[in-house]
């Protein structure tokens, strides 16, 4: 096994789900009366659901009970859901198998480290569920992003350095939890939104081989 690590984000790096949160959660902001735009959707990329709503009820300048707070969640995630259970391999982003195939051929362990509760279900359902070493999600931390809690976890997991793990994002706060973590950080995307990363990428055709 080499002394390096990989940790890939889910929503937006290895499969597009992050157009199906947009969708859920702009339900849920109708629902409060609120226009929630792509703009401040992208702050909710790599948030947790709970803190998720908690941002948009703030952003509307709403309080809800406990009740109505845990309908709200559910409902979201019950609407996301519908999207998932369609997924394919299809739906796996360009180049991205390809790069943890040759992660995978080198000998370095591959890790996920994603907000989602939802992510085992998801490489299941694309197939990729059997290329990771290790799968820290939702269920398995306390504190969400730009904590680097969720990164550490893979790390430890995996058997690799802090800082010799490799961190792939696509959102503000992942870049600012693997930064905090001292990995290197990889973006895909907007440099606009993901200066903070030590590299960016439009996507993994462009990263190709580059091992960092």
Known sequence: MKNKGYIFDLDGVIVDTARFHFLAWKRTAD????????????KLKGVSR????????????????????????????????????QMTSADILPGVYQYIKLLKEIGYPVALGSASKNAPMILK??????????IVDGNSVTKA?????????AAKKIGIEDTACVVFEDSEAGIDAANAANMTSVG?????????????????????????
Request: zero cysteines; a negative charge.
């Open 188 to 212: 895909l995307g907007d440099t606009g939104v993901l200066g903070n990363a030590d590299y960016v990428f439009a996507d993994f055709l462009e990263i190709k081989d580059n091992l960092f």
């Open 145 to 153: 992003k730009p904590d680097p809690e969720v990164f550490l976890i």
């Open 50 to 85: 709970v803190d998720s709503l908690n941002k948009i009820l703030d952003w509307a300048g709403k309080s809800v009970s406990e009740e109505e707070f845990d309908r709200l969640a559910v409902e979201k995630n019950e609407y996301y859901l519908s999207f998932v259970e």
């Open 125 to 134: 359902k694309v197939g990729l569920y059997d290329m990771f070493d290790a």
């Open 31 to 42: 629902e409060l009366e609120f226009v929630l735009t792509p703009e401040l959707n992208e």
